[in-house]
């Protein structure tokens, strides 16, 4: 678009015509028709050189409203439209792809069926710059939108009329160049009533209809996963202190595998994933005494090397966010430690303060020193 300040006005009033002046630039000056300024009314000086943009100047004494770039922009725009509805009984609409960032377009109807297009007519209070008449009721208003857009309360008077209404924004580019807009061209609009349809473009509506697709697959994977799944159903810690002076934990897991919400399968592994026993379907209580009967004669195979076997913990059933580490120390500590005096194992028989606080490993009761000793309460 060529800068604002740049614009010149292009229609003119001949006989009480309308006419866009490009029109007699094939005449020589002298048999150029008698113009006017369809603003003030005055005699106009037509500019149709070959190296200019065609336009009209006013006499040097006269003053217009029109020498203003928005004026000249907005009446260009105006005239230039109406001659092309002048033409036609249709008006398409530009419309973009509803979908986010796509910058597909389509045409939509917007208007039929208009016999008389007038421009500048007062209806009530109200002034469109061009208003589309059916059977003398008017049915649609168009207003060119420079600086200012439509005020509410005329918005509001047309919706309550029931008369369709199009604002379009100023641009050169509809009425100059080589793309110019015509009566069979949508026409880019600003805001409208009432409201385009919704419309998404092919290639929008195959990613649309993939990503259903994907959705109802991940749907289907979520619901089959709840009733088919292999998970951890119980666990225990237990820790061996052997006559070398090492230590070792180990961690018991109760694995279940369900198919269609029966469960099919039941296992004991290690956490290193050594699996000790497997019961298959049904799975009842003996399957799980087995279970726990195989976790027993593991540890007793450990208790025949003349290892110290801790079994602090019961079988606790795993909820989702559980964790069972067997290097998590700080959370589940050793309860024994090496006398490297006496060569073995003892039972740690100190408290092991933090703070104020502190956690007996025989008893298991959270402690705090006062001063008057200490007081116990159950953790």
Not at 1 to 17: A, F, G, Q, R, S
Not at 26 to 31: A, R, Y
Request: proline share 4%.
């Amino acid at each position: 678009m060529t800068d604002l300040k740049d614009i010149k006005p292009k229609w003119v009033l001949i006989n009480e015509n309308l006419y866009e002046i490009s029109k007699f630039s094939h005449l020589p000056s002298q048999k150029r028709p008698h113009a006017i300024c369809p603003i003030c009314r005055r005699p106009v000086i037509l500019k149709l050189g070959k190296y200019n943009v065609h336009h009209y100047a006013h006499n040097p004494e006269d003053i217009c409203t029109i020498t203003q770039p928005e004026t000249a922009l907005h009446l260009n725009v105006k005239f230039h439209i109406y001659q092309q509805l002048l033409k036609a009984q249709k008006i398409y609409i530009e419309k973009r792809c509803d979908r986010f960032l796509c910058n597909k377009k389509t045409k939509q109807l917007f208007l039929k069926g208009w016999d008389n297009v007038k421009v500048e007519y007062q209806t009530d209070s109200f002034r469109p710059d061009i208003s589309l008449f059916k059977e003398n009721k008017l049915i649609g208003a168009i207003e060119i939108l420079v600086s200012h857009k439509m005020t509410d309360d005329k918005v509001q008077y047309f919706t309550d009329q029931k008369i369709s209404w199009i604002e379009i924004k100023a641009d050169e580019d509809l009425y100059n160049g080589n793309d110019t807009w015509n009566h069979e061209k949508p026409l880019p609009f600003y805001s409208c009533y009432p409201e385009p349809k919704h419309w998404i473009c092919d290639n929008c509506k195959e990613l649309r209809h993939q990503m259903d697709e994907h959705n109802k697959e991940i749907d289907k994977q979520v619901e089959y996963k709840k009733y088919n799944y292999t998970r951890i159903h119980a666990a225990k810690m237990v820790d061996y202190y052997f006559p070398s002076g090492k230590k070792y934990r180990e961690v018991y897991f109760v694995m279940k595998k369900l198919r269609n919400g029966d469960w099919v399968k039941a296992w004991v592994e290690t956490e290193q994933n050594r699996i000790l026993t497997t019961e298959s379907s049904p799975i009842t209580k003996d399957s799980m005494k087995k279970l726990s009967k195989a976790v027993k004669k593991n540890i007793n195979s450990f208790r025949s090397k003349g290892a110290i076997v801790d079994v602090s913990m019961d079988w606790r059933l795993w909820k989702s966010g559980s964790k069972f580490v067997a290097r998590d120390i700080d959370g589940f500590p050793f309860r024994y430690e090496w006398d490297y005096k006496l060569k073995k194992w003892l039972k740690k028989n100190k408290i092991i303060s933090n703070s104020c606080f502190s956690y007996d490993e025989r008893y298991g009761y959270l402690n705090r020193i006062g001063k008057n000793g200490i007081k116990w309460y159950k953790d």
